[in-house]
C-alpha cells in the first residue's frame, strides 16, 4: 500500500487520534506505559485491527500471555484475530522442566540465538507495517543489566524501522523493573493509568507534532478502548446569529428585555421545588415551536420523573421527543468522567445540531469529578465555552440550599461563567409560601430589575406584575410597603 511517509496512522482509537492530533506518524516507534490491567494490550489491538482494515500486515509479538488466552479475549472484545499474525514467545511450561538460558542480541547478531532468531525469521516472512511488542520489558530479563537491555532495544527499533515497520511496545510500570530509560529511545510515550477518580491517558511525549494537552480520560468497554479527550472549547467554533430566545412568555421574557441571547449561558437558580427545572424546558419548548433541537441531561432526578411533572403542567414532552426536538438523558453521574460527559454533549452538537442544552443540576454533575477538588469551575467553564462558541443556548440549573432566609445566587460560585442569571425564590406569607422570580444579570443587555410572583398550574407557568408593594422578597419574609396613609397593606394581599 503505497502512503506518504508523513502521512498519520488511526491507533483505530478516535478519541486517542485526536489527542494525537491525527494519529501516530509512520516508520517509528511508540511505547505504551501504564499499570497491570489499564488496558495496554488491548489499545494495542486497536492499533493492529486499524491498520488490517487499511490493508496493511499486523505482526503481535507476544512475550507474556499465553497467545491462546490473548486471541479468546480479543475476540471477546470483537477483533478479528485470523487477520493478525502472531509470534508467540511466552514461556511454555518446559520453562519449569529445562535448564535454559537465553540472551538477546542486536539484529546483526540474531542469528546465534533462539529468540531473536525467530523474531527476525517472522519480521522477514510477515514484513508487517504494524508491530506490536507486548511487554517489551519480558526481554529485560534475558539480559545482564540494564545498558545491556536498552542497547538491544534499540538494535531491535531499527531493525524494525529499517523494515518500514510502526511500532508499539508496552511496558508495565513497577518498582522492581524500572522503565524510565525507554522513554529516550522512543518516538513517543502514551501513558495509562487507573486512579482513584478514574482512568486516565495522558501523551508526555510525541516527537513531530504537538498534542492535545489537557487531563484525558478513558474506559475499557466490551467493545475495546474508549478515550475521552479533554475538551478543548478554542478548537471550536462557528457562525450564528446572535438573536433573542424567547421563554413564550411574555412577563418572563419582559424580566430578560426579550429574552435569553443565542450562544449564552444562562443559570437558573433557586431552592428544591420551586420551578427552575420547569422554567428551563419552557424556553425548549418554544425552541420546539421553531424547529430547534434541545436537550436536557438529568443528574439529579429520573427521567420518568421529569416526563411525568412536565405533562402535568402542559409542557408536551412526548410530542417533543417523537418529532426529535427534544432529547432527555438520564445520566449516572459516578458511572461517568466529566471528559465523556463532554463527549456526549459534543456528539449531541457536532453530530445532531442541538440548539439548547440544559445540564439539571450543577451539584449532580459535580459528581463526575469524583472528589477532584477545584476541577468543577474550570470543567463548567471549558463545557460553557464550547457552548458558547458553537452557538449553542446553555441552560445550568443550580440548586441553593435555604429555602427561605438568606439570598444565594448560587451556591457553587460560578456566577461569573453566566451571561445571565435567574432567580426563584420561595415566600411565605400569612402562613402561605409563594413563590417569585427576578434577573440579577444580563451581560448582553439591560433588564428589568422588579421581582414578580411566579406560579406553576396545570395550564403551565404564569408569571404577575412586579411585586412593588413588598420589601425583603429576598429574604423570603416579605414585609408590606407603607402606602402614604395610616394603614400597612398586608403582605398576603399583595398579587
Do not use: C, W
Amino acid at each position: 500500500m503505497t502512503q506518504s511517509p508523513s502521512a498519520r496512522l488511526s491507533t483505530g482509537v478516535t478519541g486517542l487520534d485526536e489527542i494525537l492530533s491525527g494519529g501516530l506518524i509512520r516508520e517509528r516507534s511508540y511505547m505504551i506505559r501504564g499499570q497491570a490491567g489499564s488496558g495496554k494490550t488491548i489499545l494495542s489491538l486497536h492499533f493492529l485491527a486499524a491498520g488490517v482494515e487499511r490493508g496493511e500486515t499486523a505482526l503481535f509479538i507476544n512475550l507474556e500471555e499465553d497467545v491462546s488466552d490473548l486471541k479468546a479475549n480479543a475476540e471477546a472484545l470483537g477483533f478479528d484475530t485470523d487477520a493478525i499474525e502472531f509470534l508467540d514467545l511466552s514461556p511454555g511450561a518446559d520453562v519449569f522442566t529445562e535448564d535454559q538460558s537465553y540472551e538477546v542480541f542486536a539484529p546483526e547478531e540474531v542469528e546465534q540465538e533462539p529468540i531473536t532468531e525467530r523474531i527476525v525469521e517472522s519480521v522477514r516472512e510477515v514484513d508487517p507495517d504494524r508491530v506490536v511488542v507486548d511487554p517489551l520489558t519480558q526481554l529485560r530479563f534475558l539480559t545482564s543489566d540494564d545498558y545491556q537491555f536498552r542497547k538491544q532495544v534499540v538494535g531491535f527499533m531499527r531493525f524494525l524501522k529499517d523494515r518500514d515497520a510502526t511500532v508499539l511496545f508496552t511496558v508495565q510500570d513497577t518498582d522492581a523493573l524500572p522503565t524510565d530509560g525507554l522513554e529516550f529511545i522512543t518516538d513517543g510515550t502514551i501513558r495509562m493509568a487507573t486512579e482513584e477518580y478514574g482512568k486516565t491517558i495522558e501523551v508526555p511525549k510525541f516527537r513531530g507534532s504537538g498534542t492535545l494537552s489537557g487531563d484525558h480520560a478513558y474506559r475499557v468497554t466490551d467493545t475495546g478502548i474508549e478515550v475521552y479527550p479533554a475538551l478543548q472549547p478554542g478548537t471550536h467554533g462557528g457562525e450564528f446569529d446572535f438573536e433573542q430566545v424567547s421563554s413564550g412568555i411574555p412577563e418572563v421574557d419582559e424580566l430578560l428585555n426579550g429574552g435569553i441571547e443565542r450562544g449564552t449561558v444562562s443559570i437558573v437558580s433557586g431552592p428544591t421545588g420551586v420551578g427552575k427545572t420547569t422554567l428551563s424546558t419552557q424556553f425548549m419548548k418554544e425552541a420546539a415551536g421553531r424547529g430547534e433541537r434541545s436537550v436536557i441531561y438529568l443528574f439529579e432526578e429520573s427521567r420518568g420523573t421529569f416526563l411525568k411533572r412536565s405533562r402535568a403542567v402542559n409542557i408536551p414532552v412526548d410530542e417533543m421527543i417523537e418529532k426529535g426536538t427534544l432529547q432527555v438523558t438520564e445520566v449516572e453521574a459516578l458511572e461517568r468522567s466529566p471528559q465523556e460527559f463532554s463527549r456526549m454533549v459534543r456528539d449531541e452538537v457536532e453530530e445532531r445540531g442541538a440548539d439548547i442544552v440544559m445540564i439539571d443540576g450543577i451539584a449532580g454533575y459535580r459528581l463526575t469529578l469524583r472528589g477532584e477538588e477545584g476541577m468543577l469551575l474550570q470543567q463548567l467553564h471549558a463545557l460553557g465555552r464550547y457552548l458558547k462558541n458553537t452557538g449553542v443556548t446553555t441552560i445550568f440549573i443550580d440548586e441553593t440550599r435555604n429555602i427561605t432566609g438568606e439570598f444565594q445566587a448560587t451556591v457553587e460560585n460560578i456566577s461569573y461563567l453566566a451571561d445571565n442569571i435567574v432567580f426563584l425564590r420561595h415566600l411565605e406569607t400569612r402562613g402561605e409560601m409563594r413563590k417569585a422570580i427576578g434577573v440579577l444579570k444580563k451581560r448582553t443587555s439591560d433588564f428589568e430589575r422588579t421581582i414578580r410572583e411566579f406560579k406553576i398550574t396545570r395550564h403551565g407557568i404564569t408569571v404577575g406584575e412586579p411585586m412593588s408593594g413588598l420589601r425583603g422578597i429576598l429574604s423570603g419574609t416579605p414585609e408590606a410597603i407603607d402606602d402614604g396613609g395610616d394603614s400597612r397593606r398586608d403582605a398576603g394581599d399583595e398579587p
